[in-house]
């Protein structure tokens, strides 16, 4: 293992590698750092003893190339970073197995999260993997196929009223009050958050040393796509001349706060308090850690990106349009980053000859409330007769 401490990313305040949440200097965004001369390859720098690592074969997701929907968009490439293909249908599993490691090296036997439903999911999996107790804290609105999935693993599940930022602060007081180590997947645990580099790791070795000139990611409080942006930072230490890619986070209209901190040209990301969109996924409002949207922004107007916000029928526009051009079925988090692509399209924010990868987060099995269909399906009578009126001859 590399890692020498962890540091904040406001402040510059140094920490060693212990179980720590927030900058005690500042309440700042904490970060790992390594001594990456002593590293081979951008991915021998984990937070965790490799030898240790509990895992249930996340990650090496596949790589799609969407040339039906580019020419249908108009764009010479588009690329599909599957993230649903993880264990446990979404991104999520990558941070949370790294977390999880972490959380077996420091000793502990319980573990907390709060979650919209994927990050519940799977630490649930990597908990009962790990012999691990898990306590998961999820708004009362999360979709019920996330929830049983969740109850599938063990864990105790705890609906709580109102936005997803009260299972935030609910989780992190009980966490702290009873030292349960917290796996909630903001930027709240700096070793969770680097478990998403791998994803630069792989698209790298993917396209062959090729980087993308934008890679679309949808963005609660941001987390996967600053992870990404580090991984391709670690990439270029190791690989002399590697261009780093355009980062471009996508939010629902119905909770827009880094979008709309971009589009006011500012620097500070204001939370908003009561979300109103069916992408569950990407609804944090960021109350109680406006930081992280912060942090966030900072990142994507350091990589030369945006922050868009795209509305509900967009997204599900987005869903469908993917599952009948590709084959690919994603769930309305997901979608909104095909979304996002459409709508920078039509901004001229990107060119038709630009290399996209959209970063497609989690399954459509996970949240089917609201899922279009084009028509219902018929009930026929076992016979060739029926069959052939509903079918045509």
Do not use: W
């Not at 261009?243 to 209209?253: D, E, H, S, Y």
Request: contains cysteine; proline residues 4%.
């Amino acid at each position: 293992m590399h890692a020498t401490g962890l540091k904040c990313v406001f402040c510059q305040a140094s920490y060693s590698l212990e179980p720590l949440y927030e900058c005690a200097a500042c309440t700042g965004i904490l970060e790992v750092v390594y001594d990456r001369a002593q590293a081979d390859d951008a991915r021998d720098l984990l937070p965790i003893i490799r030898q240790n690592r509990i895992h249930l074969g996340e990650g090496e997701t596949s790589l799609l190339s969407a040339r039906r929907l580019a020419k249908r968009l108009g764009i010479k490439e588009l690329l599909l970073k599957c993230e649903f293909m993880n264990p446990t249908g979404s991104f999520k599993d990558r941070p949370v197995a790294i977390g999880i490691s972490k959380a077996v090296e420091f000793g502990f036997q319980k573990v907390i999260a709060a979650s919209s439903g994927n990050g519940a999911a799977s630490v649930a999996a990597y908990a009962a993997r790990a012999g691990l107790e898990a306590i998961i804290l999820v708004p009362e609105s999360t979709p019920i196929e996330k929830v049983r999935q969740t109850l599938a693993y063990g864990a105790r599940v705890i609906r709580v009223k109102g936005p997803y930022s009260n299972c935030f602060s609910l989780a992190k007081q009980l966490g702290e009050s009873q030292n349960i180590f917290n796996l909630t997947t903001t930027l709240l645990n700096p070793y969770t958050v680097e478990g998403n580099k791998a994803v630069a790791h792989e698209l790298y070795e993917q396209m062959k040393g090729i980087v993308p000139d934008v890679i679309y990611v949808p963005i609660g409080a941001g987390p996967l796509l600053i992870g990404i942006y580090r991984g391709y930072e670690e990439v270029r230490h190791f690989h002399e001349g590697t261009k780093l890619p355009r980062m471009a986070g996508i939010q629902a209209k119905g909770n827009n706060p880094i979008a709309t901190a971009f589009k006011q040209g500012e620097s500070d990301v204001r939370s908003e308090p009561n979300p109103q969109t069916i992408a569950g996924g990407i609804a944090d409002g960021l109350v109680g850690y406006e930081k992280d949207g912060t942090y966030t922004l900072q990142i994507v107007k350091q990589s030369n990106g945006f922050v868009l916000d795209v509305s509900d029928s967009r997204i599900l526009e987005a869903q469908i349009l993917l599952a009948e051009e590709e084959g690919v079925f994603v769930e309305p988090s997901a979608a909104a980053g095909i979304a996002g692509l459409m709508k920078s399209l039509e901004e001229q924010r990107i060119s038709e000859n630009d290399s996209v990868v959209v970063v497609l987060t989690g399954h459509g099995l996970k949240d089917m409330g609201n899922v279009r269909v084009a028509s219902e399906v018929p009930t026929i009578e076992n016979g060739m007769e029926q069959l052939l009126e509903v079918v045509g001859k």
